[in-house]
Every structure is written in C-alpha cells, then in structure tokens.
C-alpha cells in the first residue's frame, strides 16, 4: 500500500474521531472507540460474504437444540471466528431510536465467538457504549465505519470489471495505521506518544539479518518465529512471509508457527485479531498476554528465530518488584553461573530494562539443532555503553560477548522510528557462528544509508529501500572491512577496571604502615584506570609503562579488580575533520584583504 493511499485511511479515521466524538471525548480518548471499532470492522467485513449461510446454519441448530454452536458457525463462516447476531455491522446504520440502536449493537457484538470476545474485552469496548448512546453518536460512528469510500479489510475491494478499487489493509499496514493514531490522540491530549512502533522497512532488514545467512540450510521442516514484545504483530507476520519466500526460492517446504507476548491490552487485541483473520488456528493461542520480564509467557520453550523492539527507556520497576526487588530476582534468564562467578547478575538500572528482553530471548536459543537460533533486536545507544565495570549492563554484554553470541551490531540512521528520532541498533546474534565469524563482531555504520520521505510519518523522516536494505545486507554478509563495516575480536570491547592505590605519607615523607607492615592507602590518591583485556602484557605491563614510571609507590588493589564491556560506534566511526591547507586559508585571507581594502578609509571619512 503507497504512501498516498495510507493517509488517506489516517485522515479518513481522524476525521471519523474529530466529527462524531468531538465534545464528547477528550482527543486523547478518542482511541477508546476508534481502535476498537476498526478492528470490528475489519473482522466484520471479512464475515460479510458467509452472513447468509452462518444464520441458516444457525437456524438448523437452534431448531436441532445444540448449545454448543462456534465451530458450526465458523465452518459456515468459512474463517476461525464468526458472529451468530442477526446483524451485519452495515445492517444497524438506521434505527429508529438510540436504544434500538443500543440493544441491537449489544446483540451484534455478543453474535462474535468467543475469541472475539476476548478481544473485545481487552479494548473494554463495551464500557463506551453508554456513552456513545446517551451523546446520540452511536449511529453515526458505525455510518462513517461502513462507508464504501475506505477499505479496512485484509484483501482488496474490486471493482465491476475485476480490477482492484481499493488494495488490501495487510496486518503491517494495520499496525502502521494503529500507531499513527494513537500517536495523534496522545499528542492531542499532551501525553506521550507510546511506544516505538517497527517500521516495515527495519522489520524486512531485521528478517533477513537472521534469513539469509541459513537460507541455504533451511529444510523441509517446521520452524519457530518468536517476538518478546509482540505489539500488533508485525514482526512476526512480514517474519512468516520472508521464510516461505526463501523456503519456496529453495523448493522447501515448511510449517511456520508465531508464537509471541504483549502486554499492551490494545496492541494485543490487534494481534489476536490479525491471527483471526489469517486462519487463527493454534497460532491465536500462542500470543500470550501480560510482562515477558515478570511474567514468561514460554517459560520452556526455545525458538529457530527471535526478532524483537522492546521497549528502551521506560521504567521495569513494577516488574522487578514482581520478581523479588531488584536484588531478589533470582530468574535464571538474568541471573546465573558464569565465568566462575555464581550468582552473576545482569540486572541493568529499572529506569531501563530493554537488555533483558535480549536475555530473554537468549536463553530461549535451541543448543542441540544444526542451524541453532538466530535473534534479531532493536535497542537504543544505552545498550552499547551504560553500565560500569561489574554493573547489571556491563555483566549482560560481557555475557553475551564472552560467550560468542554477537555477530553484528548495525547502526541505523536517525529518525527511522515513528515516535523516537533517537538513534538505534539492530543486535544480530547466533549460537551457530559461522567460521570466520567465530570470536569475532562486526560493527556497521549505516547511519548515513537512507532515502528521505516525501512526508514525515510522525518523527520518521527516511526510510531504508529495498537498495538500501540489499547494500546493508551484503555488508553483512561479505563480513569485510571498509568505510561502512568494522570487525574486532571479541576481547576488543572487553577492559580490566583496576583500582589503583597510593601510600599516605608520614611528616618525614615517607609510606605510613599498619600493624601487618602493609601500606596504609591514601584515599584521597586513590585512581582507577580502564585497562583494555587485549593490553600486550595485561596489567603488569600497563602499571609498568604507562603508571609507575609518574607514580613509583603505586600499587592495584586486586580485590576490587572488574572486568567490564562497552561498545563504542562514535569510536571505531570517528572521522577526522579534514584540515584545510595554509596555502588555502593564506589565499583566502589575501582575497578579502583585496575585497576590503580602502574600506576602513571610506568609513573614517563618511564618519567626519
């Protein structure tokens, strides 16, 4: 769906909001009835062409006695959901009053199945209905929905020569459209906007960050896709359809199953719809409702694929506080055994929690199949660097890195987001790691690989082409170095936080000392240096060189020594300003001395 087409549905659902509910809802709440009445009109256009058969089935079994109707009526209905009510959506545009029109509608939404019910549930849609109904805006909301001038079903409006009036609304497209508005509504009404919503264009790079380095190891097999902060689903869905085309490119075959987790009750809700309407089946069931951090929702599970946005900046407080507090989590996901330290903990600050998705997701990787499992994962900058030595963040890169986990970290350009114009990173991880990958990272700076857009979609002023994408990806693959991409050992980000100490003096000079003869340190001496792990010699060799040579009576506290990891782009990227020739500035200088000269004497004389 083109740009133009996609604002005019935008504008078309804003105007629905600012005509029929405006003096009735604050903008902000505006989305209280648009979101769920655009997810009811696209299940109930999809129901529209099997109406007629779901209610002679339905009458058959009411005649017949049966209770238990919902797969009878979804086989009529020809989808995994139906609506038994007498009532097409389109059928309660005209009543003749407002509690008609109230009891009708409260019969047409009770007609859905129980997974729709559920979904419902989750918008509380139903709490809004009173008010639509006593403000005399019910009917016109549910006009404007059905109008003929947009088209929010899953598949393309025809026209009577066969041709396509209006294109499809696919899932992604949906969630473009549910996060544009309800950016619009909380901007309306001064709140923030939400969270960061994955354009399609990073969604497409991020499948094939983890597609195409084992498209040629994918087999006639069944394969798992896993997204730990779901949203609508998008992820997940454009994920499905690049593993079938390469699986197809490939002459495979294979069984594609979603499993995902949301807490938003909104976005949730979007995503069992979108399932719904794709076949529903045992993959509505997969997408869990509630905290991934506090609450696994596959607390047993492992996955082939993982592709994730969490959510950066925001506050897992609650969430640690479900956990035990900060201090008492014990979730093997983030605390564990590792590299001789029991009990090593990774708990970042809980102003910000987005490294424990990718933990998360970690610990989800298959450890006994060939191809292993490959995790693909948005995070802001704080991801790279935030955390001292020993500190929560710093513990969570060393165990990922220490542990050959990290293929490639990307730099995406700035203002690819919708709601952010932060700079982001894609984190690509394998356990499967290819030979010449092995001990070994690569950094890309795409930042400057971008093609403006011809309007702003919120804070989102580029995109990446599908050129641009190809030419990310075989930098990817080609793992070389040049102006775009950087490899490093893994040792290379790693470094010693060592605590170096120096004696007090006594009044003649020289070292004071304890009852042991040790040296009593002076605290107001006390440094620490960053040692980099790959430092030629280790840490003896940098006192030896680069300390004792200014400060003879230093020594390092070995108790207090830490190992730490950080990942600069500004350092490995940093370009020089390139310094212009004197013979420039020189040439310069004597052009505007000719430009100038006599000036100071005409301004003296104009001033007599």
């Known amino acids: 769906m083109d740009n133009q087409i996609y ?107 129980p997974n729709v019910q559920e979904i419902l549930d989750k918008f509380k849609f139903r709490n809004q209905i009173d008010t639509m109904v006593d403000a005399d805006i019910l009917g016109a909301v549910i006009e404007k929905f059905v109008s003929p001038t947009i088209n929010l079903a899953p598949f393309p409006l025809l026209d009577d020569n066969g041709g396509i009036r209006m294109p499809a609304l696919n899932n992604h497209t949906m969630g473009t459209l549910f996060e544009e508005l309800i950016r619009r509504f909380n901007e309306e009404n001064n709140e923030e906007a939400g969270e960061h919503f994955t354009p399609r264009d990073v969604v497409e790079l991020m499948a094939d960050l983890i597609f195409l380095p084992v498209a040629d190891q994918i087999k006639d097999s069944t394969y798992s896709v896993y997204d730990a902060a779901s949203g609508t689903g998008g992820m997940l869905t454009v994920s499905q359809d690049r593993l079938n085309e390469l699986a197809r490119r490939n002459n495979r075959t294979v069984s594609i199953h ?14 069992k719809a979108d399932l719904l309407l794709k076949g529903g089946g045992a993959e509505v069931d997969n997408i869990a409702y ?18 994730s946005n969490p959510p950066y900046g925001k506050s897992w407080k609650s969430d640690a506080e479900k956990m035990g507090g900060k201090k008492g989590i014990q979730d093997t996901r983030f605390v564990t055994d590792f590299a001789g330290i029991p009990d090593f903990g990774m708990i970042p600050r809980t102003s910000d929690g987005q490294l424990l998705f990718l933990l998360n997701n970690v610990s989800k990787m298959k450890e006994t199949t060939e191809l292993g499992s490959r995790i693909a994962e948005v995070h802001n900058g704080s991801s790279l660097f935030t955390g001292d030595a020993g500190q929560g963040e710093s513990n969570a890169r060393r165990y990922l890195i220490e ?24 984190w690509v991880l394998s356990n499967r790691k290819s030979g010449i990958r092995k001990g070994k990272i690569q950094l890309i700076d795409a930042t400057s690989l971008k093609s403006p857009l011809r309007k702003n979609l919120g804070k989102k002023n580029c995109e990446l082409t599908d050129d641009i994408r190809r030419q990310i990806i075989e930098l990817f693959l080609n793992f070389e170095e040049n102006e775009y991409s950087k490899i490093f050992d893994n040792i290379a980000f790693g470094y010693y936080k060592v605590t170096v100490l120096r004696p007090q003096l006594g009044e003649d000079g020289k070292p004071l000392r304890d009852k042991k003869g040790k040296f009593i340190a002076d605290k107001e001496l006390t440094d620490t240096e960053q040692i980099p792990l790959d430092y030629e010699g280790g840490i003896k060799a940098f006192m030896t060189k680069e300390v004792l040579p200014y400060a003879p009576d230093a020594w390092i506290d070995e108790k207090q020594t830490k190992i730490g990891y950080e990942i600069s782009f500004t350092k490995h990227f940093y370009k020089p300003v390139q310094l212009r020739e004197l013979s420039e500035i020189v040439a310069d200088i004597r052009t ?6 006599g000036l100071l004497e005409e301004v003296l004389v104009w001033s007599e």
């Open 7 to 113: 604002n005019q549905i935008v504008s078309f659902i804003w105007g629905i909001a600012d005509d029929c509910l405006r003096d009735v809802y604050v903008r902000g709440k505006y989305r209280d009835v648009i979101l769920p009445m655009t997810v009811i009109r696209r299940l109930d256009v999809v129901l529209e062409e099997t109406k007629d058969e779901v209610l002679k089935m339905k009458e058959m079994l009411d005649t017949a006695g049966v209770t238990n109707q919902t797969e009878a009526l979804c086989n009529a209905a020809k989808q995994s959901f139906c609506n038994g009510s007498e009532f097409r959506l389109r059928d309660l545009t005209s009543r003749a009053s407002q509690q008609k029109l109230k009891a009708d509608f409260i019969a047409y939404l009770d007609g859905f199945s």
């Open 258 to 271: 979603l499993f995902g987790q949301e807490i938003n009750p909104e976005t949730y809700a979007i995503t």
């Open 290 to 307: 509630g905290s991934t951090l506090s609450s696994d929702g596959f607390p047993s599970r492992q996955f082939d694929f993982m592709l």
């Open 403 to 426: 542990r050959d986990l990290v293929e490639a970290i990307i730099a995406l350009p700035e203002n690819m987001f919708y709601n952010t114009g932060i700079g982001t990173f894609i």
């Open 592 to 597: 505007l001395e000719a430009e100038t000269d």
